[in-house]
């Protein structure tokens, strides 16, 4: 059963508007979440991320939230480039653990149209 | 330009060849991942190597043989591989297994079992 879910597998998005990228979560354990970005023949690149202990982090044009209650993390780019147009994956480990407890989501491929 | 490079790119093989993947970090990192990439499925942990020891297997049939000889090259044995075993396998390192920080991926070796 998956721990990190993507239930969208594509977004689309016109240049200039928000990009929104859910992520949904099933372990409680998990208090430590990270955003990557993979482009077509590379491998993924680590974006952003947030620890339990808060409900939103900023990064330049991202930003991460976090709802523990729901379970649920979002990432929000605003405002959207074609240059974002990738896979993004959702990723979620328990602080006290490894990288390798790191669970990836399946992924969501985001297309951001001139 | 990558800290973390993987060799071959692509790989072709039939299933009672023998082949290796490789894998060179430049980031003074301690920790290094082999992950599996299939279509439609989350990123899959396979080994984690702590310091050039095994740390963790996560169940891998052992057709799968990891190799580190030292902390900035990891290698992936390949022997008596089924189709179903075709995938996009990324190496990845960290400062330490524990860091909190993000994964570094180098950009995939493209495997096809024949």
């Known amino acids: 059963d998956q721990q990190v879910k993507q239930n969208s597998p594509s977004l689309s998005v016109q240049e200039g508007r928000i990009s929104i990228l859910n992520c949904d979560y099933t372990?409680?354990?998990?208090?430590?979440f990270l955003w990557y970005k993979k482009y077509p023949a590379e491998g993924p690149t680590f974006l952003i991320s947030?620890?339990?202990?808060?409900d939103k982090n900023e990064d330049g044009r991202f930003t991460v939230f976090l709802n523990k209650s729901a379970k649920h993390l979002s990432l929000h780019i605003v405002p959207s480039q074609p240059g974002d147009s990738a896979v993004y994956f959702c990723?979620?480990?328990?602080?006290?653990?490894?990288?390798?407890?790191?669970?990836f989501g399946k992924g969501t491929k985001l297309s951001v149209k001139p | 330009e990558t800290g973390v490079t993987q060799t071959p790119r692509h790989l072709v093989m039939g299933m009672t060849n023998k082949k290796s993947l490789k894998c060179e970090q430049h980031l003074g990192h301690n920790a290094m991942y082999w992950y599996k990439q299939s279509a439609k499925k989350p990123l899959e942990l396979m080994f984690v190597y702590s310091l050039e020891e095994r740390v963790e297997n996560n169940s891998v049939p052992s057709r799968f043989s990891p190799e580190c000889p030292n902390s900035s090259h990891l290698f992936l044995h390949l022997h008596t591989l089924q189709p179903e075993d075709s995938a996009l396998y990324l190496c990845?390192?960290?400062?330490?297994?524990?860091?909190?920080?993000?994964?570094?991926f180098g950009e995939g070796s493209r495997l096809t079992v024949l």
């Open positions: 947030i620890s339990s202990i808060k």
């Open positions: 372990n409680s354990m998990f208090d430590y």
């Open positions: 990723a979620a480990m328990n602080y006290g653990g490894s990288q390798g407890n790191l669970i």
């Open positions: 990845a390192s960290s400062r330490d297994q524990r860091t909190t920080g993000e994964l570094f």
